[in-house]
């Protein structure tokens, strides 16, 4: 139990436009989820706290009109990225857990790369 | 604020040796503590779960131990293998059901044949 899909797991866009990550799971229903940025030979660096039903909970120095974070369902949250740049480029990754006691389960990541 | 520190950063053994691969932490109001896996380019993939009232747990050749109140917890990985090569991230969950993980920021090993 406790899969989280992420999706794309790769992708490249222009300068200038948006793209949409998904992050769901797949047997369980997850109220809140974390979205995570990771730069090579880096950790992870959280960005923000989805909730279900309600806004986002950003973390410092994260532009929260840039990365725009949708938590619609108990299995579904979405990270925009706006009018994407060069230095968005990055890996992106989620998070969930089944409950407080059993751990947390990550994605598989997404490889963003603005040219 | 927790910080977590990792070491050592890099590790490259030859297959078969016992490893150790430590975790620090600077609050110890933890809720939980966990190990992952991640390979290049890839998600992490849960390892082991330390609750704060455990002292260690076990899968396989893995086994991690936790004291708390030094703030340290200990990955020992047991005749390992060049599958095993991969980063191993430490984090830790701050002292409530709805803390965030604090992540360290790995080490790096490599088993080599």
């Known amino acids: ?115 | 604020k927790q910080e977590v520190t990792q070491i050592p950063a890099a590790l490259s053994v030859p297959e078969g040796e016992n490893l150790v691969l430590n975790c620090s932490f600077t609050d110890s109001a933890i809720y939980n503590l966990q190990w992952f896996r991640q390979d290049p380019g890839k998600g992490l993939t849960s390892l082991l779960l330390i609750q704060s009232s455990q002292r260690e747990q076990t899968s396989g050749r893995l086994n991690a131990s936790l004291d708390k109140s030094s703030g340290r917890s200990t990955l020992y990985i047991a005749a390992s293998q060049p599958g095993d090569s991969a980063t191993y991230l430490c984090a830790v969950k701050g002292g409530s059901t709805l803390g965030r993980l604090y992540f360290g920021r790995g080490t790096q090993l490599t088993v080599w044949p």
């Not at chain 1, 992708?11 to 940025?37: H, N, P």
């Not at chain 1, 986002?56 to 369902?73: M, W």
């Open chain 1, 1 to 115: 139990g406790a899969v989280v899909s992420q999706h794309p797991s790769r992708v490249i866009c222009k300068s200038g436009t948006s793209v949409k990550i998904e992050c769901r799971s797949l047997d369980f229903q997850a109220t809140t989820m974390f979205w995570y940025r990771q730069f090579p030979k880096q950790s992870l660096m959280l960005m923000a706290t989805s909730n279900e039903g309600s806004k986002a909970t950003y973390e410092q120095g994260v532009e929260k009109d840039k990365f725009l974070i949708n938590h619609a369902s108990l299995t579904l949250s979405t990270l925009t990225v706006t009018s994407a740049h060069p230095e968005d480029s990055s890996f992106y990754i989620c998070s969930a857990t089944l409950s407080p006691n059993y751990g947390y389960t990550f994605g598989s990541g997404t490889r963003l790369t603005v040219v």
